[in-house]
């Protein structure tokens, strides 16, 4: 996974869309996370070779999942001067967790791919929840 593979997965949280099964012409399983419907579904990282069981597959999701989040903090507050730090956080100010994905929302979509949900829809799965 990119940097920039991660920062947009880390980023839009309410925009993506996880896809896994099984392979339609290979022995094995995959998986794709996407944008979502706003952005055209563009793909953002996908497995490259066939895994031989789905709840590797699952594994591999919520690694990818995790791996993002802790990635994006070091980009965007520990990088300093790199190219992606100076555009994406000029003001050099401290990366606010609340607007990226967060262990909760990781929670909500392991409890998604332990059901066998996909795709799964972020944008409805993780929905603000509202008190009247």
Known sequence: MTNIDALHIATNPRDLVI??????????????????????FRPIINTNRPIEKIETVKEMILSVLKTAQSAAKKILEESGDSIIAT??????????????????????????????????????????????
């Open 19 to 40: 896809s896994f099964g099984e392979l339609r012409n290979e022995d094995g399983f995959g998986f794709i996370i996407t944008f979502g419907e706003s952005r055209n």
């Open 87 to 132: 555009v994406c956080n000029p003001g050099d100010t401290p990366y606010d967790e609340s607007l990226g994905l967060l262990g909760s929302d990781i929670e909500k979509i392991e409890v998604a791919l332990r059901e066998g949900e996909s795709p799964i829809y972020t944008e409805k799965l993780l929905a603000l929840e509202t008190t009247v």
